[in-house]
């Protein structure tokens, strides 16, 4: 199973992915959660990418589509994955769909998040109030930016995935609870 969820920061892609983590067996691929990661442990790629992230820019497509690639190859993946935060771009589209396809794989779902734009800064700031860590990116300057990244770049990914009749709507407004039954609706084939 390849599932991605989309929308933008702060609509909850990662709650519901680490959640389906729990409820079935798949593994949470997050590209933002593996650069954050790549920072803490000082390689070359995380002080590349930190100065592109807290500017809320995209770090570029051939480094996350090889970071990808690594980990879809390997075997804790065999079961499926949830794609957070990926792709962002039509370029990391493509290219997730053709190494999908050397796997003998196809993208199964996609889950488009959608949210009123005016209750994100509310959301992020209590992200980072509430965390330990608090992220470079989460400030409402930055948000901005991220949203209009999110608008130009990753949107037109949707009609992408749309013409494979793959793409599921839903209100990432309601109660944590209420989108996860929303999503277990769709993945359980039950939706509409
Ligand atoms: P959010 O979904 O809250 O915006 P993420 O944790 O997914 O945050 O990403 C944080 C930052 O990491 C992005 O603003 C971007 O700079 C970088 N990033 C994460 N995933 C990608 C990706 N697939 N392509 C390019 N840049 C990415």
Request: aromatic share 2%; glycine share 10%.
């Amino acid at each position: 199973m390849i599932l991605i969820l989309l929308g933008p920061p702060g609509v909850g892609k990662g709650t519901q992915a680490s959640r389906l983590t729990k409820t079935r067996g798949l593994v949470q691929l997050s590209t933002g959660d593996m650069l954050r990661e790549a920072i803490a442990n000082g390689t070359e790629l995380g002080r590349k990418a930190k100065s592109i992230m807290d500017e809320g820019k995209l770090v570029a497509d051939d480094i996350i589509l090889g970071m990808i690639a690594e980990r879809l190859s390997s075997p804790d993946c065999a079961n499926g994955v949830i794609l957070d935060g990926f792709p962002r771009t039509i370029e990391q589209a493509k290219g997730l769909d053709t190494m999908l396809v050397e796997m003998g794989l196809s993208v199964n779902h996609v889950i488009e998040m959608q949210v009123d734009e005016n209750i994100l800064a509310d959301r992020i700031l209590k992200r980072a109030q509430e965390s330990e860590q608090v992220r470079d990116d989460d400030n409402v300057e930055v948000l901005k930016k991220r949203l209009k990244v999110y608008h130009e770049n990753t949107a037109p990914i949707i009609p992408y995935y749309k013409d494979g009749g793959k793409v599921s709507v839903v209100d990432g407004m309601q109660p944590i609870e209420d989108v996860a039954a929303a999503i277990d609706r769709i993945l359980n084939g039950q939706e509409g």
